[in-house]
């Protein structure tokens, strides 16, 4: 069993920044496609970017690009979502969530079934 746990949300103003953190138990994060998700009040899950275990190379979602940059550190067991040019838009419960056994994933898992492990959820909150 794989627990996640975020942390890092709270309120920016427009414009600001926040940092996102994603804490992994267990010994196989390596070979973990790790997911951050957000969802709006009344909307669905949508993806925010993604990273994969093999190369680190990531993915973002055109929302996002330029503004939120996804890493990790294998050492740590953590991932990160840093969030810069916060716009009220951005506003919602952030997720973080793990795609297990796909070391070799060749592809950036952007859908939530996808995922097999979620985290409990951080509120962001952006102010205009």
């Known amino acids: 069993q794989v627990q996640l746990v975020e942390s890092g949300g709270g309120l920016a103003q427009a414009g600001g920044s926040l940092r996102l953190s994603c804490a992994a138990s267990g010994r196989t994060f390596s070979s973990y496609v790790m997911g951050w998700f957000r969802q709006a009040l009344g909307k669905e899950r949508e993806v925010v970017g993604t990273?994969?275990?093999?190369?680190?190379?990531?993915y973002d979602d055109d929302s996002v690009r330029g503004r939120f940059t996804i890493a990790r550190d294998q050492a740590k067991n953590t991932a990160y979502l840093q969030m810069n040019s916060l716009k009220p838009e951005d506003t919602g419960v952030y997720y973080c969530?793990?795609?297990?056994?796909?070391?070799?994933?060749?592809?950036?898992?952007?859908?939530?079934?996808?995922?097999?492990?979620w985290g409990q959820g951080t509120q962001v909150t952006v102010s205009s």
């Open positions: 990273i994969r275990p093999s190369d680190g190379n990531t």
């Open positions: 969530a793990a795609k297990s056994r796909s070391y070799y994933s060749v592809t950036y898992s952007t859908a939530p079934y996808e995922y097999d492990y």
